[in-house]
């Protein structure tokens, strides 16, 4: 069992920057492929960006490219989400996901199915 706690959630202004950390506790981190996925009102979940244990690898979708950089801290069982120049359109609750696997690019799009889910952190942005 992994269990996933989001920090770093809130309300900024378009342009800004928010900083998200997904802390682990359970199972050895490093065997698990980390990412991060996002739900906005009415619309379903979307893979946001992941990185292998090694951290040798990382993916993102590409509406984040360029603006978050996802890294981990294998030592302190930290994944982080460093956000910038965040639009309005970011705006939605953002889940830290744990998977044994890395993503598989399939139709256009990053697919992870994760084995476990944190409780998610809201990111508001306001235009």
């Known amino acids: 069992q992994v269990q996933l706690v989001e920090f770093g959630g809130g309300l900024v202004q378009a342009g800004g920057s928010l900083r998200l950390s997904c802390a682990a506790s359970?199972?050895?981190?490093?065997?698990?492929?980390m990412g991060w996925f996002r739900q906005a009102p009415g619309k379903e979940r979307e893979f946001v960006a992941a990185?292998?244990?090694?951290?040798?690898?990382?993916y993102y979708a590409d509406f984040v490219k360029g603006r978050f950089t996802i890294s981990r801290d294998n030592a302190k069982n930290t994944v982080y989400l460093p956000m910038n120049s965040l639009k309005p359109e970011d705006t939605a609750i953002y889940y830290c996901?744990?998977?044994?696997?890395?993503?598989?690019?399939?139709?256009?799009?990053?697919?992870?199915?994760?084995?476990?889910w944190g409780q998610g952190t809201q990111v508001t942005v306001s235009s």
């Open positions: 996901a744990a998977a044994l696997s890395d993503p598989m690019f399939l139709s256009g799009s990053y697919y992870m199915p994760p084995d476990y």
């Open positions: 990185i292998s244990w090694t951290g040798d690898n990382t």
């Open positions: 359970g199972r050895t981190f490093s065997s698990y492929t």
